[in-house]
């Protein structure tokens, strides 16, 4: 079922399947009944060289849904392991065939993998499927992140299958066209570790660093630089999540990638007031993805990758080990100095000094006894309107409020320039909860997208702080249930 669909832009390379062959399996997808069209990222879609008019020709959907194969393509399942909740697993993609990587008229290279595209050899128990709610919830938030400048694999379609798919009731199947930097993860190493040989290791230690960090290519200890670059990688992305109250929900090793983009969205969901205990997965009953606990996730996660490369860091295992935990110990430093910086911005402040940290913990502390919106916060200390916020008329934050504006002055800075620091640092609309829940009801029930294409247009400029964005700044009813989020689904 190959297709010579070259002139819909389609430029594929297949590196990753001239990798061993244990890494993959050659799957096809399996075709569905009656795709149809739901959603297409059009300016996505030119920026990897397609064409926005033939994607959206029978032929093109065709590729979307997984019934014709675009030449070059060599669509395959990739296998992995990786430390779920804590333990380790064998897992591969049971859902996911990877089609190829899109070569761009920029020279860059990109997966494209088709998500819901039916069983693989990694499927195990599963129908290898996925339902039209999560996948357009996917497709809204990761473009969210991406519009809040956060790195993320993003979404270039999703097509309803025409066939439904049995959860806990019949729901109508879809397939989401993901789009990523690649789709290695610690689990992929993990993998490699558990079943492969050293030498097999180092070839996909070697394939990662060609393929996210060239730079380090010709570095003599240059899996140590690996483990580094992707510590600095992962510090700078969590950062970013804290500093927007994004909440991954399902950090296991499998789910935390090399290039440092967020991947898999699951259960994942942003947090209106702030608190540090937020959880929002149904699964995650420990606590343990809690909003409070992701950089020091993170960290363990990263000690798996450590693990996993220890026999390329150094023959003597004990020097292997010094090594890679004097590498692992900067994560804590890098984080806190990235959250540092990130949290001076979105307060105005642009100079260092001792006391800030006390200052923007004071804040938070005010916030969260106060139940105090975490996204409306900064953006009403944004826009100088303090009587905006939960805190409003306490003396803890009219003090609070006192000492920052006096530490806003203690700079050479003129305010204005504090003030516009900080609307290009607190997104003005986050993908609330109610918000994309209403998007999909009305997508999923109804039939109606325009609900969703309007909230994936205001979220598409976070920082602007426009008119129209204003009703997406409103919180939801207040409900006595919490919010609660699903895997995979
Ligand atoms: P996730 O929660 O999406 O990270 O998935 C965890 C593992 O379960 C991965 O190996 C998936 O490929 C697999 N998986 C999730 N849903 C399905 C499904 N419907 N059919 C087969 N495998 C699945
Ligand atoms: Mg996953």
Redesign the pocket.
């Known amino acids: 079922m190959t297709h010579n669909n070259k002139e819909m832009g389609w430029n594929f390379d297949n590196s990753y399947a001239r990798l061993p062959e244990s890494f993959f399996e050659s799957t096809e997808p399996t075709p569905v009944r009656s795709p149809e069209l739901v959603i297409l990222n059009k300016p996505l879609a030119k920026s990897l060289g397609l064409d926005v008019k033939k994607l959206q020709s029978e032929e093109g959907i065709d590729v979307f849904a997984g019934n014709k194969i675009p030449e070059g393509a060599l669509p395959i399942a990739q296998a992995y392991a990786?430390h779920q909740f804590g333990h380790f697993t064998m897992?591969g993609d049971g859902r996911a065939v990877l089609l190829g990587e899109q070569g761009t008229p920029s020279g860059e290279r990109f997966d494209i993998q088709l998500k819901g595209s039916g069983r693989t050899p990694f499927s195990r128990g599963g129908d290898g499927r996925a339902t039209i709610g999560p996948m357009l919830r996917e497709y809204i938030i990761s473009e969210a992140m991406h519009a809040l400048r956060i790195p993320t694999n993003r979404s270039l379609s999703v097509v309803t299958t025409g066939e439904s798919v049995i959860r806990e009731t019949e729901l109508p199947g879809a397939i989401l066209t993901r789009v990523a930097a690649s789709h290695l993860r610690i689990g992929t190493f993990e993998y490699v570790v558990k079943w492969g040989t050293v030498e097999e290791l180092r070839t996909l230690a070697d394939y990662a660093i060609k393929r996210h960090f060239p730079d380090i290519e010709e570095n003599e200890d240059r899996y140590l630089s690996l483990f580094q670059e992707v510590i600095k990688r992962q510090a700078g992305l969590i950062t970013k999540w804290q500093l927007v109250g994004f909440i991954h929900g399902?950090m296991?090793t499998?789910?935390m990638t090399i290039s440092g983009e967020t991947?898999?969205y699951?259960p994942c969901a942003f947090m209106d007031d702030y608190d540090p205990a937020t959880v929002f997965s149904s699964i995650d009953v420990q606590g343990r993805y809690a909003y409070q606990n992701q950089p020091a996730i993170g960290q363990w996660n990263l000690a798996r990758f450590a693990e996993a490369l220890l026999p390329l860091f150094h023959e003597k295992q004990d020097h292997a080990v010094e090594l890679a935990q004097e590498a692992h110990s900067k994560f804590e430093d890098l984080y806190h100095s990235h959250w540092l910086a990130g949290m001076r911005k979105k307060l105005g402040i642009q100079n260092e000094e001792e006391q800030d940290k006390s200052l923007i913990e004071d804040l938070l502390r005010i916030m969260k006894k106060h139940g105090a919106d975490f996204t409306n916060t900064f953006r009403a200390l944004t826009l100088d309107k303090p009587e905006d916020t939960a805190m409003n008329g306490t003396t803890e934050f009219t003090h609070w409020y006192e000492q920052w504006q006096a530490r806003l002055d203690r700079q050479e800075e003129p305010k204005p320039s504090s003030y516009k620091l900080m609307k290009n640092s607190n997104p003005a609309v986050i993908p609330r909860n109610h918000r994309v829940e209403e998007a999909l009801e009305a997508a999923v029930e109804k039939g109606d997208y325009s609900v969703m294409e309007q909230l994936i247009e205001v979220l598409s400029n976070p920082y602007a702080y426009s008119p129209e964005q204003e009703e997406y700044t409103n919180l939801p009813e207040p409900s006595n249930r919490p919010y609660r989020t699903f895997c995979g689904t």
């Open positions: 990786g897992l399902v296991n499998d789910n991947i898999d699951g």
